[in-house]
């Protein structure tokens, strides 16, 4: 269990991911209390092999990227695999400390709790998920959902190695 130092820098570094996001889609910098904790939560297929890295990303309507939300799997080398947003990010941004997290085993589940700007929801974005496992074939743009309050709790049935995906706000 994280001690209240590593609690309170972990908040620090998310806080800072949702103003980095803001920033990248030309919105003023805002208050923590202007954020909205969206749950991110996905269960696995079950497949033989070593676990699988996600890339959690936002884009535009026309998927066209916008920031990134978490990534699942920290070895860098694998992050190509992460195709499209791979593409969109280029090998510049790694490594990406503080929207980092374990990678995750074939039928295990995910759950984790991020923060996002207000003004991203309803705003015609997309939550994109990226998947990859070695020895697997790579499934870019695996899931995508409407980054908007109707889509809150819709599970999304992914077509490789995520069974099924959604978010809560």
Same mark, same amino acid.
């Not at 908040?11 to 208050?31: C, D, Q, T, W």
């Not at 920031?67 to 990406?96: C, E, N």
């Not at 929801?121 to 020895?135: F, H, K, M, T």
């Given at each position: $269990?994280?001690?209240?130092?590593? /609690? ?13 996001? *803001?920033?990248? #889609?030309?919105?003023? =910098?805002?208050? /923590? =209390?202007? =954020? ?7 269960? $696995? ?36 695999? @992460?195709?499209?947003? $791979? ?13 980092? *997290? =374990? ?13 996002? /700007?207000?003004?991203? #929801? ?24 409407? @980054? ?8 999304? #049935?992914?077509?490789? @190695? #995520? /069974? ?6």
């Amino acid at each position: $269990m994280p001690s209240t130092g590593q /609690a309170a820098s972990v908040r620090l570094r998310h806080f800072l991911a949702v103003l980095v996001v *803001g920033a990248v #889609i030309g919105l003023e =910098a805002m208050p /923590a =209390a202007e =954020a909205a904790r969206l749950r991110l939560r996905a269960t $696995m297929e079950r497949y033989s092999g070593n676990p699988a890295y996600l890339a959690v990303y936002l884009t535009d309507a026309k998927g066209h990227f916008v920031a990134t939300v978490q990534i699942f799997g920290d070895k860098v080398q694998y992050y190509p695999h @992460l195709s499209h947003w $791979m593409r969109a990010v280029g090998p510049q941004s790694v490594p990406l400390d503080g929207i980092t *997290g =374990a990678s995750v085993g074939s039928g295990r589940g995910l759950d984790v709790t991020v923060e996002v /700007a207000d003004t991203l #929801i309803g705003a015609g974005l997309q939550l994109r998920v990226d998947a990859a496992a070695e020895n697997i074939a790579d499934n870019p743009a695996e899931i995508i959902l409407p @980054l908007e309050k109707a889509a809150d709790g819709r599970d999304a #049935i992914g077509r490789g @190695l #995520i /069974a099924r995906f959604h978010f809560e706000m």
